[in-house]
Structure formats: C-alpha cells, structure tokens
C-alpha cells in the first residue's frame, strides 16, 4: 500500500526545489509521478509519510537529501537503441560525413548530455564500432554526462539485467559485447573505456569540453523552461565544431529557440 498523497503545500515544495536546482519544471497536474519518485526515497530515510520527507527537506539547507530528491525527479527510464531513427542517421548520413570531414585528423569528438543509465552511449559506440570498424583507429574522445551520481555509477558498471538487455538490443550484439555475470549482464571492460562518464547539470556549470563533433541531448529539453532551452542550446552550438551534429529527442525542436542550427535531411 502506498502512502497518503502528498499536500499541496509540500508539492509546491518539491517543484520549486526540483526547479531551481535543476531547471526542471514538473508540471502541477504531475502530483503523481513525484508521490511515486518520492515514496522510494522516504522508505530510504526511514521516514513513514511524504510530509516527513519533506519537512526534514525544509529544516537543513541544500544537501545530500535534496540531492536525493532532485535524481529521483530527474532520471528517465531509456532503453538500447532508443528510437530507431537517430541510430539509422548516425549510420547512413552523419557518421560517414563525418569520416570524411575527419579523415586528415582521425579524431571525433562525441557528447551524451543525458546518459542516463548509460543504454544511449553504448548504443552509440556499438553502432560505430559495428558500421564504422576503421573507426577503432581513431582518436574517439566520448564524453557522457548526467546529473545524477546513482545513474552515472550505473553507466560506468555498464551492468544490465535480463530486462534490460531485452529491450532493444539484438541478441548479436549482446553475445559480442557483454559478459554475463550472475543475472545480469555488463558491457566489457574496453567498451566501457572508451566512455568518460562525468556528472554535469545542464542547467548548471558545464564541464571544459573540447570542439564538438557530435552532441546528442534527446528527450531531456521537454523537462525545462524556455529561457534554460535557449541556454543549453546557446551553449551546445559553441562548443561545436562548422558542420557538427546535434540530435534532440523526436518531439525535441530548435525551432523558436535557436537560429544557429539548420535541419537537416538524414536517411532513416
């Protein structure tokens, strides 16, 4: 059985928290998906009810619990290969131009600004190491971030249960890439090499990158406010190379936010 709802008041709370810490704006109709983030996150700190959540929220100043409360907010359930499209325009449009853009340095440099629990980057590599084999030559400088610690511990151990896997990730690649260990699976120690998993707030301070070849920030723009919209992507076009590329989630657009991108026709 579930708790009692959480009040009104203390939903303000947790939105107005949510809000300036992270930039996410959950909408007041979305009483019910923060009562079920919050409910795990209470049972943790052994506390009974949402209202005693958060009043031990409201009596200390920010720390290891908002912290808390602001991942479990802020972390989205994903899967390999996540929408199918992006991975066919990596592999028959972007990434081939970018061979060729590239060929004189051999270096491309990638950023995942959502990693999430890491199925999105290693879907990135498998597709680059599967279509693009001349590319294991290459000085590929991958970088994913996130905001929350517990989803970046998960990306670096690259482990995944049966479910998991199942989801999306053909049963090749899993052979070819994975070792299985007890019930789950983890992604080999040289894959997950290849992958600097770093915490970052996209509404925040953004880590020193280099120029940008590829950035993918998908199905994560939907959860902020328009000015921090036009500051992430105000951000991301600076750090990109001429002619980079930037993939926003499938209702995700530049469109009214940023005029320095051109949309571009891709196969898939």
Not at 151 to 160: F, I, N, P, T, V
Not at 219 to 241: C, G, H, S
């Amino acid at each position: 059985m579930g708790m009692p709802e959480i009040s009104p008041e203390d939903l303000n709370y947790v939105r107005e928290m949510v809000r300036t810490r992270s930039a996410i704006v959950l909408e007041p109709e979305k009483a019910y998906l923060v009562q079920s983030r919050l409910e795990p996150v209470a049972k943790s700190e052994g506390v009974q009810t949402l209202a005693e959540l958060v009043q031990k929220l409201r009596q200390v100043p920010f720390g290891p619990l908002h912290k808390k409360v602001v991942e479990a907010m802020t972390t989205n359930e994903t899967s390999f290969f996540r929408d199918l499209s992006p991975f066919q325009a990596l592999k028959e449009t972007v990434l081939p131009d970018l061979l060729v853009r590239k060929a004189l340095t051999k270096k491309l440099t990638i950023w995942c600004g959502a990693s999430s629990s890491g199925q999105e980057p290693y879907s990135i590599l498998f597709t680059i190491l599967e279509e693009f084999p001349e590319l294991k030559q290459w000085d590929i400088q991958f970088t994913a971030t996130d905001i929350s610690v517990e989803m970046l511990k998960r990306c670096q151990e690259g482990r995944y249960s049966q479910l998991e896997v199942n989801r999306g990730l053909p049963a090749p690649l899993l052979t070819k890439y994975f070792t299985k260990k007890g019930l789950a699976w983890q992604v080999q120690d040289d894959i997950r090499k290849m992958v600097s998993f770093r915490e970052m707030n996209l509404a925040g301070t953004w880590l020193p990158f280099p120029k940008l070849d590829l950035v993918l920030i998908r199905n994560v723009m939907i959860y902020f406010d328009v000015p921090t919209k036009k500051q992430i992507l105000k951000k991301a076009r600076e750090l990109m190379e001429p002619h980079a590329y930037l993939f926003l989630g499938g209702s995700e657009t530049t469109m009214n936010l940023d005029d320095g991108f051109e949309r571009v026709a891709v196969s898939g």
